[in-house]
């Protein structure tokens, strides 16, 4: 018979099979996560509960969580979960896991577009993340999102419904799509814009598991989705309507350079919070 482990016991063996892989920093992240999800324990109740003995199948579950992660498995994709913009997205590995980044270009668009009733498009909507989030968080907005991919899709529709959030998903390419004139005041994006080039010092757990085509574009045209969403919002947007994306940090005099060629005024390019250019936004030119 197996001695019982306590929690404390088992967060020491977490850490230790873990700690020459990860930094430590993200380590604690893991184990929070894992608690949170196999037991419903916050910080605090970790620390309240070192001393509980766990059931045999917690152990186990435990273990084969750690298994994965040996594995360089991201935990959301082990869990089918992740946070963002406050509420807890399904992911799965047809979708990219939702980023911090992404969340600021959200607190972004909310905080420049006070009114009521705006129109929004979300290109490439993988999980929802950004549409489910802006329909939450916008005054009565109208929300659409397009994506490429059926599965991706079928995640993100799951996640509005669950989140009670309104937008109306369809599958589309912005690479080939026919854009309605004047339909909207706001068309976001977090298009692939990873160079393949870069491929080789991305972390083990992206490159094996997220879903290349959401992330990677040729080194000989890394801009090419973002050209395409631009020539499509020139008709689609509404005078005077915005368009936000998230961009590679590498590139922000290109993406200023490509907004100013097809008509866009009020070109704002900025950092996110960890020093990096990653957001571009402008506004279309009323006289296009």
């Known amino acids: ?58 152990v186990t579950k435990t273990a084969k969580v750690v298994d994965q992660l040996c594995e360089n498995r991201p935990i959301q ?3 089918g979960k992740a946070w963002f913009h406050g509420h807890e ?30 129109r929004v498009l979300d290109v490439g909507t993988g999980s929802g993340c950004i549409a489910v989030s802006l329909a939450l968080g916008l ?42 004139l004047n339909t909207y005041d706001i068309i976001v994006s977090n298009p ?6 870069e491929l080789p ?10 879903p290349h085509s959401a992330l990677f574009v040729p080194d000989s045209d890394p801009l090419r989705f973002y050209r395409a969403i631009a020539q499509y919002a020139r008709l689609a947007l509404a005078d005077g309507g915005r368009i936000y994306f998230e961009i590679n940090s590498r590139y922000p005099d290109e993406m200023r350079a490509l907004l100013d060629e097809h008509g ?4 704002d390019i900025r950092r996110d919070m960890q020093g990096l250019y990653r957001f571009a936004s402008a506004t279309k030119n009323d006289r296009l």
Do not use: C, W
């Not at 799951?158 to 080939?176: E, G, K, M, T």
């Not at 010092?201 to 997220?210: D, G, I, K, R, T």
């Not at 866009?264 to 070109?267: H, K, Q, R, S």
């Open 264 to 267: 866009f005024v009020d070109i």
């Open 77 to 79: 994709y082990i869990f």
């Open 192 to 197: 692939p814009y990873i160079a393949d080039s």
């Open 89 to 118: 997205f399904s992911v799965d590995s047809s979708t990219l896991i939702p980023r911090p980044e992404t969340e600021e270009l959200v607190d972004l668009i909310i905080d420049e577009n006070r009114r009521s009733d705006l």
């Open 201 to 210: 010092s991305m972390a083990a757990n992206v490159v094996h598991f997220e």
């Open 139 to 180: 005054k009565f907005a109208s929300v659409d999102a397009i994506d490429i991919s059926d599965p991706a899709l079928a995640v993100a529709r799951r996640n509005a419904s669950l989140l009670r959030a309104r937008v109306n998903f369809r599958r589309d390419d912005i690479l080939s799509a026919k854009p309605d």
């Open 1 to 58: 018979m197996n001695k019982p482990i306590t929690l404390g016991q088992m967060i020491a063996v977490v850490r230790t099979r873990l700690r020459n892989q990860y930094p430590p920093g993200e380590v604690e992240g893991f184990i929070k996560i894992i608690f949170r999800q196999l037991l419903g324990y916050e910080t605090v109740d970790i620390l309240l509960h070192k001393d509980t003995e766990l059931p045999d199948f917690i």
